[in-house]
């Protein structure tokens, strides 16, 4: 009966579009302990009927019994009266209620029997539904921590940590790019500096040697007068600090921009 039963509801989810609430474990765990607790119902109700039957039975017998006792008296006094007929009669009598009360007790000891059975089913009947009630609550526990574990691993799929991770790896990959870009510039500005240095240090070289030149002409006379030399040199001299502080201002300008 209760197969049918799920076949009906199954078959009303299906056309209803419930069929994913049909088959929530929950409700499965509910059902079942529902037509659990149903059918404890019934066999308490049949258990009952089993020993009212019983109960009958033993009440038939001690009827019997207590006719058949009756019978033996009677016919005893009989006996006593000298009414042999009379008592032969109670004695037949007796013997009948014997026959039925020798069934009655066989009937009546099956039917004992029947009804502790019942009840030993019954008993363990309850015990099964106790400890599906404990497994039922168990399971429950169990499913509200699976689903409130899949919610969090739902949220965290959700959260944007490639959108995230591509936002950090873009702004290290601009600040590397500064970085480099801050050494190009400063490896540029050196070069800049060591080439002015370096035509600084030629410019004083030709100095010299046109100095040493002018002496040498002068000892073999084929130049001017060292006075004349040393007028030109101090000229040069001259010229070539101005262009030194020229680049300098330069320099100076740069660095102050930088």
Known sequence: MGVFRRFFRYLKALIMGKLDQWEDPEIIINESL??????????????????????????????????????????????QQGNRELARQLLREKGMHDSTLAQLRTSLKQAEETSEAVKTAIRREEERFRVKTAEALALKANMKQAQIQIEI????????????????????????????????????????????????????????????????????????????????????????ESDIDKQLRELEQKLNQG
């Open 34 to 79: 529902r037509e659990m607790k149903e059918n404890q119902i019934k066999n308490r109700e049949r258990a009952v009927q089993a020993i009212t039957q019983k109960n009958n039975l033993q009440n038939l017998v001690d009827q019997e019994e207590k006719l058949t006792r009756n019978l033996e008296a009677k016919a005893t006094m009989a006996v």
């Open 153 to 240: 691993n739902k949220a965290i799929d959700g959260m944007q940590l490639d959108e995230t991770a591509q936002s950090w790896d873009r702004a290290e990959d601009r600040i590397r790019t500064m970085q480099s870009e801050a050494s190009a510039r400063a490896e540029v500005a050196k070069t800049s500096v060591n080439s002015r240095l370096e035509a600084l240090d030629d410019q004083q070289i030709d100095v010299e040697a046109d100095k040493a030149l002018q002496e040498l002409e002068a000892k073999l006379g084929l130049g001017a007068a060292p006075v004349t030399a040393t007028t030109t040199t101090t000229a040069v001299t001259t010229a070539q």
